[in-house]
């Protein structure tokens, strides 16, 4: 039995978080924090949650977070920098599901965020966690970057084809859509219903702050420099990423649809949680809502030059509070895919 606690409970992932941990018997959640909410139940902020958890969420302030193995920080960017270094030297594991140790020029991270970042040498430390690239870094590692939403999908849609060597880098394109939790909990006026359902959109095209962890994470299954258009889009759904990304094939290399396909499944052949689809099949958002799966198609539309890469996941799940916990089953020697193995919902 481990025990764990959730800065920043109250919130999407937060909820997900919970969803996920409450049912295991090897997993003890010893806090769950809100400043806006301590004191009350969590099953009053949260009624999906009652019959199965006790708990008040209390403010961070007040806990003691050192009697933990581990803790997760689903909190804005800009907070665990500050809070998490005193529980690592403490002893404490900690995933942190914002970004603030995703990127490792510290000077970049703090041009996106518009930030000064208080604990550096632990961006340093920390393990990106990728499982499908990471997967034994993180098995030791102290703290895990959790990545983030766009960027879990964007990379391993292209990781096959970048580690191949197959395409031109300089010229790669994303075009994703994602729901509106991947905005979080707290009121905005995008992400009334009034805005956002029965519309659709694209957002931060002059400069999303995945654009800089998604190019680091392609360069690191490169040899080549990288090049990326990464177009984010507000789709009018709760739950749900779909990345079409676009790859031209360099010159002088070919590859047909079939290779392509073999190169795919070959590549995530052992991966618990990445679905290559068979030829032909296209992925949707709903065939993953609730689950910790990416799911894949590669085409060659036309028998052309380009390839295309269809993939979808749960941004709050693989694409946050899943993917959290995968990272925590690897960091505590558990079994990886522990209370991960639910299937989608659908409709
Ligand atoms: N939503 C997604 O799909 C998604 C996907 C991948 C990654 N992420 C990242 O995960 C993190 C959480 O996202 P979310 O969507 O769950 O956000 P959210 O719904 O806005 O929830 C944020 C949580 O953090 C707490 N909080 C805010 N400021 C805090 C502070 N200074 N100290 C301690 N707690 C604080 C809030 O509660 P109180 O204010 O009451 O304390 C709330 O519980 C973000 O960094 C986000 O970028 C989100």
């Given at each position: 039995m481990i025990n764990v606690?959730?800065?920043g409970g109250s919130g999407y992932t937060g909820v997900e978080l919970l969803r996920l941990l409450l049912p295991r018997t090897d997993v003890s959640i010893r806090f769950v924090s809100s400043r806006a909410h301590a004191g009350t139940r969590v099953d009053e902020q949260f009624t999906s949650l009652r019959g199965h958890c006790d708990?008040?969420?209390?403010?961070?302030?007040t806990i003691n977070q050192a009697?933990?193995?581990?803790?997760?920080?689903?909190?804005?960017?800009g907070t665990a920098m500050h809070q998490a270094p005193a529980l690592l030297e403490a002893g404490v594991k900690v995933v942190d599901l914002s970004a603030d140790y995703r990127i490792k020029d510290i000077g970049t991270w703090e041009r996106?965020?518009?930030l000064t970042h208080t604990s550096p040498a632990w961006v340093e430390r920390a393990v990106y966690g990728l499982p499908e690239i990471n997967r034994e870094a993180i098995r030791s590692a102290d703290l895990v970057a959790n990545p983030g939403c766009y960027p879990t999908t964007v990379q391993l849609g292209f990781l096959p084809l970048l580690e191949a060597g197959l395409v031109d880098t300089k010229?790669?394109?994303?075009d994703a859509k994602s729901g509106v939790s991947g905005a979080g909990r707290?009121?905005?006026v995008p992400t009334l219903l009034a805005e956002a359902s029965d519309n659709f959109k694209a957002y931060g095209v002059s400069g999303h702050r995945h654009l800089p962890e998604i190019e680091q994470g392609l360069t690191f299954m490169s040899d080549s420099p990288i090049d990326l258009t990464f177009t984010p889009h507000?789709?009018?759904?709760?739950?749900?990423?779909?990345?079409?990304?676009?790859?031209?094939?360099?010159?002088?290399?070919?590859?047909?649809?079939e290779e392509l396909q073999a190169l795919f499944e070959s590549r995530f052949k052992s991966e618990p949680f990445v679905d290559v689809l068979p030829s032909g099949v296209y992925p949707e958002t709903r065939s993953v809502k609730g689950s910790n799966t990416v799911r894949l198609s590669v085409l060659k539309p036309q028998g052309r030059n380009t390839v295309v890469v269809l993939a979808v996941e749960d941004n709050l799940v693989k694409g946050a509070a899943g993917q959290a916990v995968q990272n925590m089953n690897l960091m505590m020697g558990m079994e990886e895919t522990e209370g991960l193995q639910g299937l989608p919902l659908l409709p």
């Open positions: 606690g959730i800065i708990l008040e969420f209390s403010d961070p302030a009697e933990c193995d581990l803790v997760f920080f689903a909190t804005p960017n996106w965020y518009g010229s790669l394109i994303a707290a009121a905005s507000l789709l009018p759904i709760i739950r749900g990423i779909h990345a079409t990304l676009y790859a031209p094939l360099k010159s002088g290399v070919s590859a047909s649809e």
